[in-house]
């Protein structure tokens, strides 16, 4: 894979790396001669992950099977982590339901991942950049949906508008380490799970609002989270970058 960044050296944290954007995103930072701890609840995305990498993964790759729902799993699993330079929170989940109808179950469990599993995360994270006295860079993974109303998206929505706001704190608290943080915020990416939003009747009202005409390719976000983690964005914290083809200015 071609790429214009390097990052010999650097040693980043990918979650949700098993599938659609973190997997290709983890290919990408692998290509780019980077040191990668790739983070999934599924143990088999992550073997399938490192068999697609071949050779080039035992000397590149670190994998760990967690699920970042669960606050106390999570802290155990990455406790040892080593130093980090690079950390890109992309694991999230989507329960969709209408606000009348939303349960507390899903409403728990976006908030567990989405919001809860980032801040966990990144305090971890964190704190080992902080005590390394390096600085780095956390990009998380939001969402059109923290910034545009979409019905049926009470709970996701809510938990990545949470996600932005508290990325401008953290980038607020950290900077004076050198810890950037920054947000990239997608319309509906072109993913083996999302393919669904090239049926006319679903996707066809969300593609009209697109200026571009068109849904995202992984490719064009994975570009962005690299841009924001690489030293090319040293003077860019706090912010939230939509990958959306103008959808937000509709």
């Known amino acids: ?26 290919i990408a930072l692998v290509a780019a001669k980077a040191q990668v701890v790739a983070v999934s609840r599924t143990q088999a995305h992550l073997d399938s992950l490192a068999a697609q ?28 982590l080593g130093p980090v330079d690079g950390l890109v929170n992309n694991a999230g989940v989507a329960c969709l339901e ?4 939303m349960t507390k179950e899903g409403l728990n469990t976006t908030l ?7 801040l966990n995360v990144s305090q971890l994270v964190a704190q080992g950049m902080v005590k390394r006295g390096k600085g780095g860079s956390i990009v998380n ?6 910034m545009a ?6 709970a996701y929505a809510a938990s990545k508008a949470g996600v932005d706001m508290a990325s401008r704190v953290m980038a607020l608290e950290l900077g004076k380490h050198n810890i950037r943080v920054n947000c990239v915020n997608p319309t509906v990416v072109l993913t083996d799970m999302s393919m669904h939003w090239l049926d006319p009747v679903k996707g066809g009202p969300m593609m009209s609002k697109i200026p ?11 570009d962005a989270i690299l841009f924001l983690l690489s030293d090319n964005a040293a003077m860019i914290n706090a912010v939230t970058l939509p990958v959306d083809g103008g959808f937000l200015s509709t």
Do not use: P
């Open 53 to 80: 990498l071949g050779a080039t993964a035992k000397a590149s790759l670190q994998t760990v099977a967690v699920d970042l729902g669960d606050w106390d799993a999570t802290r155990a699993a990455l406790a040892n």
């Open 149 to 154: 109303a979409l019905a049926s998206h009470t």
């Open 112 to 118: 567990d991942v989405n919001l809860s599993g980032v």
């Open 212 to 222: 571009l005409g068109r849904f995202a390719e992984v490719k064009e976000v994975v």
């Open 141 to 146: 993974v939001s969402s059109q949906a923290s």
């Open 98 to 101: 209408n606000f009348l109808e």
């Open 1 to 26: 894979m071609a790429t214009s960044f390097d990052f010999s050296g650097k040693r980043v944290v990918v979650t949700g790396a098993g599938r659609g954007i973190g997997r290709d995103l983890v």
